[in-house]
């Protein structure tokens, strides 16, 4: 008996994965483009900082719809025996990953700017964990969105806030060659 994962397994995790990849390509373009800058205002300046605005809580579930229906495209496409993005809407799907989203990143920034640490920037103290945590939580937050709509096991859940970990470092060092991040973390 193979003790490697099924291959319906990484694709799972990889479908689950892309509406977070593309709302959040989508978001920094917003930000970037400067879109909706009326709803630019802090959620709560002392606790989170400059950069946590009700932009981000307005973009984030809309940016994360379309991915939601490209993965879900992309789940009919492959023959998984039990589906998992297609049993449930995808506005429904987009609006709880986008606030789960940027929910989770909430913890991170009031510890930042309790720490002293400004907004967009990586603390001194503690770096590569804050590297990782910056890219972790909103996977988190938005693996349990997922928890409360979807069947997913506890491997697949673990597997994709690790793979969209990596791959939201990948793409944040990305976006900041093309220009459109002010910093890769």
């Known amino acids: 008996m193979s003790s490697s994962l099924p291959s319906h397994e990484f694709v799972r995790v990889i479908l689950l994965s892309v509406p977070l990849?593309?709302?959040?390509?989508?978001?920094?373009?917003?930000?970037?483009?400067?879109?909706?800058?009326?709803?630019?205002?802090?959620?709560?300046?002392?606790w989170f900082g400059l950069n946590k605005t009700w932009r981000g809580f307005f973009i984030m579930?809309?940016?994360?719809?379309?991915?939601?229906?490209?993965?879900?495209?992309?789940?009919?496409?492959?023959?998984?025996n039990a589906p998992l993005l297609t049993t449930e809407?995808?506005?429904?799907?987009?609006?709880?990953?986008?606030?789960?989203?940027?929910?989770?990143?909430?913890p991170n920034s009031?510890?930042?700017?309790?720490?002293?640490?400004?907004?967009g920037q990586t603390s001194d103290r503690f770096k590569w964990f804050f590297v990782v945590l910056d890219q972790a939580d909103s996977?988190?937050?938005?693996?349990?969105?997922?928890?409360?709509?979807?069947?997913?096991?506890?491997?697949?859940?673990?597997?994709?806030?690790?793979?969209?970990?990596?791959?939201?470092?990948?793409?944040?060092v990305s976006l900041y060659k093309a220009g459109i991040r002010k910093n890769p973390f």
Not at 110 to 119: W, Y
Request: charged share 15%; net charge positive.
């Open 21 to 46: 990849i593309v709302g959040g390509i989508l978001h920094m373009i917003a930000v970037k483009a400067d879109i909706l800058s009326y709803l630019k205002k802090p959620i709560h300046q002392r």
């Open 61 to 80: 579930p809309l940016a994360t719809w379309p991915g939601v229906i490209l993965a879900q495209k992309l789940e009919t496409l492959f023959d998984l």
């Open 89 to 106: 809407p995808a506005w429904l799907l987009g609006l709880l990953l986008g606030l789960g989203y940027c929910l989770a990143e909430l």
């Open 110 to 119: 009031f510890i930042k700017r309790r720490l002293g640490v400004k907004e």
């Open 139 to 172: 996977a988190f937050g938005c693996m349990l969105a997922y928890r409360i709509l979807l069947p997913i096991s506890w491997t697949t859940i673990v597997l994709t806030i690790v793979f969209g970990t990596v791959i939201h470092l990948v793409i944040n």
